[in-house]
Nanobody
Framework: QVQLVESGGGLVQAGGSLRLSCAASVSIFSINVMGWYRRAPGNQRELVAT???????NYADSVKGRFTISRDNAKNNVYLQMNSLKPEDTAVYYC????????WGQGTQVTVSS
């Protein structure tokens, strides 16, 4: 069982930055893929970024060049640095971890005002 707890969400003006953190209840050293997803009101949950155990990253086209995913295996944390935020980035952001199945955090709200 893997528990994930997100933090760092909030309200920010367009052009601003936020850093989301995800704390895992187990060592993430051997977790194959960790990632961030988001769900905006009325939309389905969508991929934002993933990072593999080897450090390979993948980003949605809409966030490339603005968001950076990273992981700290020693602290069992995954981060999402979000810069140049836009109102369309407003959503609930979820941390995910794939081990033998997908695990999800409870989500953290990010609101970007114009």
């Amino acid at each position: 069982q893997v528990q994930l707890v997100e933090s760092g969400g909030g309200l920010v003006q367009a052009g601003g930055s936020l850093r989301l953190s995800c704390a895992a209840s187990v060592s993430i050293f051997s977790i194959n893929v960790m990632g961030w997803y988001r769900r905006a009101p009325g939309n389905q949950r969508e991929l934002v970024a993933t990072i593999s155990s080897g450090g390979s990253t993948n980003y949605a086209d809409s966030v490339k060049g603005r968001f950076t995913i990273s992981r700290d295996n020693a602290k069992n944390n995954v981060y999402l640095q979000m810069n140049s935020l836009k109102p369309e980035d407003t959503a609930v952001y979820y941390c995910s971890a794939y081990l033998t199945r997908m695990y999800w955090g409870q989500g953290t709200q990010v609101t970007v005002s114009s």
